[in-house]
C-alpha cells in the first residue's frame, strides 16, 4: 500500500470525555496535562463521569487551521455527553466521527454526542465488521450478548457512515483512519472466547472491525490512539508507521485490552514498546489495573495516568528543534 504522509500539525489537544476512571484531588496539571472537574475560576467543584467506556475529542491544529473530531463515544447515552457539559466544551466544530469497534462501550453515547454538535448529519467513519450480528462472549457456563449495533441505529441518529477497511485521511489529511490492522505478532494473538453470527453459522469473533487512528506532530513523531487495540498495540502501531512512513512514536494513547493478561504474557508486548521509544504512554479504558501498574514500572518516565476530564496538549516543534 502506498504511503500516506500526514500534515505536521503545530498542536494536538486530546480531552477525555468518558474513561473507566475519574478522582478529582488529582492535581499535577502541567505543560501536558489538564485534569478536569475544576471551574477555570473557581467555585464548585463538578464531579464527572466514569464507566466501563472510552471517548475523545481531538482537535488538530494547523497554522490558523483547527480540526475537530470525536473518537469512540462510550458506554451509557449520557456518559459522555454529560462530562462535556460540566467540562464547559464545545462540540459546535466537530467535523467528524470515527468509531474504533462495534462494541456498545464505545459506540453507546454516539447519539448523545452527535446531538451536542447540533448538526443533523455528520460523517462517522467506520469499519463494516462493527456491524456483525450476535456477538458474545463465554465466560464458563454463562453467555454474555453485546447490545446490538446496526446501520439503521446509527443513520437514525444522524451519522452519514463511512465504512472502510482499507486506511482513510480525515480532517483534511490531519488524522488517517488506519483500517484493517494486519495480525503480525503471535504474542499478540487474539485467545479470546468471543463469538458472532453469521449466515447461521457461529464463527470465533477475530475483531477485524478494530481499528485506530494516527496523527503527525511535527518535528516530534506520530500520536496514535487506540479503542480497545483487539488488533494488538504492535500491530497497531506498525501499521501506523507503515502507512505514514514516519517511525518516530511520539505518544501511545488508548485501550491496550491487557485486562486477564498475566505478567508474563505481556511482557514480551512492553518489550516491543520499549523499542519504540514513546515520549508518552497513556493506557485507558480496557488496559486493566494491574497491567498498567506494570507499564508504569516498565516506562516510568514515558507513563501518563489519564482519567474522565483530563486534557493533554502536545506541542510540535520546527525539525532542527525536535
Not at 489537544?13 to 473557581?42: A, H, K, S
Not at 465488521?129 to 465466560?139: M, T
Request: aromatic share 8%; charged share 20%; hydrophobic share 40%.
Amino acid at each position: 500500500m502506498p504511503i500516506m504522509p500526514l500534515h505536521p500539525l503545530d498542536k494536538i489537544e486530546i480531552f477525555t470525555l468518558l474513561d473507566n476512571y475519574t478522582d478529582l484531588t488529582v492535581m499535577d496539571n502541567n505543560d501536558v496535562i489538564t485534569r478536569g472537574g475544576y471551574p477555570q475560576y473557581g467555585g464548585l467543584k463538578q464531579p464527572l463521569r466514569a464507566e466501563h467506556g472510552f471517548s475523545l475529542l481531538i482537535h488538530s491544529c494547523r497554522g490558523s487551521e483547527v480540526g475537530s473530531m470525536v473518537f469512540d463515544g462510550g458506554f451509557s447515552p449520557a456518559g459522555a455527553v454529560e462530562n462535556v457539559n460540566k467540562l464547559g466544551l464545545n462540540l459546535k466544530d466537530v467535523e467528524s466521527f470515527v468509531l474504533s469497534h462495534g462494541h456498545a462501550d464505545h459506540w453507546g453515547g454516539l447519539k448523545g454526542l452527535l446531538k451536542a454538535t447540533g448538526q443533523n448529519r455528520m460523517p462517522l467513519v467506520v469499519h463494516p465488521d462493527a456491524f456483525r450480528r450476535f456477538r458474545h462472549s463465554l465466560n464458563k457456563t454463562l453467555v454474555y450478548h453485546m447490545p446490538p449495533l446496526t446501520r439503521r441505529r446509527l443513520a437514525n441518529a444522524g451519522f452519514d457512515l463511512q465504512e472502510t477497511r482499507v486506511p482513510s485521511l480525515i480532517l483534511r489529511g490531519n488524522v488517517l483512519f488506519l483500517g484493517e490492522v494486519p495480525r503480525i505478532h503471535d504474542f499478540e494473538k487474539n485467545e479470546s472466547d468471543s463469538y458472532y453470527r453469521e449466515n447461521g453459522l457461529t464463527k470465533r469473533d477475530d475483531f477485524l472491525d478494530d481499528s485506530a487512528v494516527t496523527m503527525l506532530l511535527k518535528g516530534k513523531g506520530l500520536i496514535i490512539i487506540t479503542g480497545c487495540a483487539h488488533a494488538g498495540i504492535i500491530n497497531t502501531i506498525e501499521q501506523a508507521i507503515r502507512l505514514t512512513g514516519e517511525k518516530r512514536i511520539f505518544a501511545i494513547m488508548g485501550g491496550f485490552h491487557f485486562t486477564g493478561k498475566t505478567k508474563a504474557q505481556i511482557l514480551p508486548i512492553l518489550d516491543a514498546l520499549h523499542q519504540f521509544h514513546p515520549c508518552y504512554i497513556v493506557p485507558c479504558h480496557c488496559t486493566g489495573r494491574e497491567a498498567t501498574r506494570w507499564i508504569e514500572e516498565a516506562m516510568p518516565e514515558a507513563f501518563l495516568l489519564n482519567m474522565s476530564g483530563t486534557k493533554f496538549t502536545f506541542h510540535g516543534c520546527d525539525d532542527r528543534e525536535g
